[in-house]
C-alpha cells in the first residue's frame, strides 16, 4: 500500500478516503504533513512541546473534517489554513493575544509609508524571520500565508474567521509593521 499510496495525490487520497471510508490511507496524508504542519506550529509557539500536541490536535482535526474539504484549493493549503486557525486560536485563548486589542496598543506611527524605497535591496532570511518574530501572532501568520504558503485572500480571511477586507487590511498593517520594524531597525 505505501508503494500505491505514494503515487496517488493528496486529492486523490481524500477522495478514496470519503468514497471508501480507506481510513488507514490517511496515515499517508499525516507522514506527508506532519513535519510541515509541525514546523508552522513551532514558527508561531516557539515552543517545541506545544509544538507537537498542536499538530497532533491539527491532524486529527483535519481528519475529522475531511468531509469539510471542498476541494477548491490545495488539500496542503486547506491543511494549512486549518494549522494557523488552530494555532491562533489556541493562543488567543491561553496567551490571551486578542490581536484587534493588541493592534490598538501598538499603533504604527502616522508617517510610515507601506511603499518601499529600494525594492531591489533583499533582506536575508534570518533577518526576515527576526523581524517576523517581533510581530504579532496573526500578523506573522497572515505574512505566512500570504507569502510563504501563497494562499489567496479569501482563504486567510476563512481561516482567521474574518470578513476578505478585514483580512486585506490586517495584511496591510502587518506589511507596513515590518518595514517600519525593518527601516528603523528595531
Partial sequence: MSRYGDQLSDEEIVKKIRQGNETKLFSLLFNRYYTKVLDKCYSLTHNRDLAEELTGDILSKAYEKLGSYRGKSSFSSWLYSVTYNHCIDYLREK??????????????????????????????????????????TEEKALIMMRYFDEMPLQQ???????TESAAKMRLKRAKARLLFLHKSGR
Avoid at 156 to 162: D, K, P, T, Y
Fill in 95 to 136: 496567551k490571551k493575544l486578542h490581536y484587534p486589542e493588541w493592534n490598538s496598543s501598538n499603533e504604527l506611527p502616522e508617517i510610515i509609508d507601506d511603499t518601499y524605497e529600494d525594492e531591489s535591496e533583499e533582506i536575508s532570511y534570518d533577518i526576515l524571520m527576526d523581524l517576523l518574530n517581533r510581530l504579532h
Fill in 156 to 162: 486567510i480571511a476563512e481561516a482567521l474567521r474574518v
